[in-house]
């Protein structure tokens, strides 16, 4: 049971701005910083956002993440039909020493 | 350019042991920056952190609570890889598998992954 919580699906436009909600507690988000992945069928996850609100080299900058206490947030703002997939949210618990993540949100590009 | 190449059974028979070997290239197990983990993907679980060891003038292990009783990560720095192995492996055990490294920029930065192994758990 995952201790990080999302919308199970989001969906826009192309062009469109989506937001995906991440809600943890103090032991986790509230306390460390928020990694997202993106996640394509027959792919490994890919790191998207770390420390809560940086891009890996090679990342679009139409990919956006923020924090706010016990709650993170990824935007992507001009979507596109290669971004549908599925994104995870992720923080280290230190309650539970463990690295948790969320229970995901599938994006949907209609 | 790092690559982990993962190997291992695709079929584990209830109650027994499932095991995976990462092949590390580009990068050393015995790296004093570097970590390196085991993280599983299901259909009704999602993504779930195993667990990860790094060396740090010694060896460092760390264990998700879920499986601390039945895993162990062990590095092999003869063949440059590390492994996971699950005891008493249930049908909740089906996932496909990856190793990931945590290449140390910033805190748990999963730069790079095997190409995930696809294990399930049947008699």
């Known amino acids: 049971q995952s201790v990080l919580t999302q919308p199970p699906s989001a969906s826009g436009t192309p062009g469109q701005r989506v937001s995906i909600s991440c809600s943890g507690s103090s032991s986790n988000i509230g306390s460390s910083t928020v990694n997202w992945f993106q996640h394509l069928p027959e792919t490994a996850p890919k790191l998207l956002i770390y420390?809560?609100?940086q891009r890996p080299s090679g990342v679009p900058d139409r990919f956006s993440g923020s924090k706010s206490g016990t709650s993170a947030s990824l935007a992507i703002n001009g979507l596109q039909s290669e971004d549908e997939a599925d994104y995870y949210c992720?923080?280290?618990?230190?309650?539970?020493?463990?690295?948790?993540f969320g229970t995901g949100t599938k994006v949907t590009v209609l | 350019q790092v690559q982990l190449q993962q190997s291992g059974p695709g079929l584990v028979k209830p109650s027994q042991t499932l095991s995976l070997a990462c092949a590390i290239s580009g990068d050393s197990v015995s790296s004093n920056r570097a970590a390196w983990n085991w993280i599983r993907q299901s259909p009704s679980r999602g993504l779930e952190w195993l667990g990860r060891t790094y060396y740090r003038s010694k060896w460092y292990y760390d264990y998700a609570v879920s499986v601390k009783s039945r895993i162990s990560i062990n590095p092999d720095t003869s063949k440059n890889q590390f492994s996971l192995h699950l005891n008493s492996v249930t049908p909740e055990d089906t996932a496909v598998y990856y190793c990931a490294r945590d290449g140390g920029a910033a805190p748990d930065y999963f730069d790079y992954w095997g190409q995930g192994t696809l294990v399930t758990v049947s008699s």
């Open positions: 420390l809560t609100n």
């Open positions: 992720a923080a280290w618990d230190v309650s539970l020493h463990d690295y948790v």
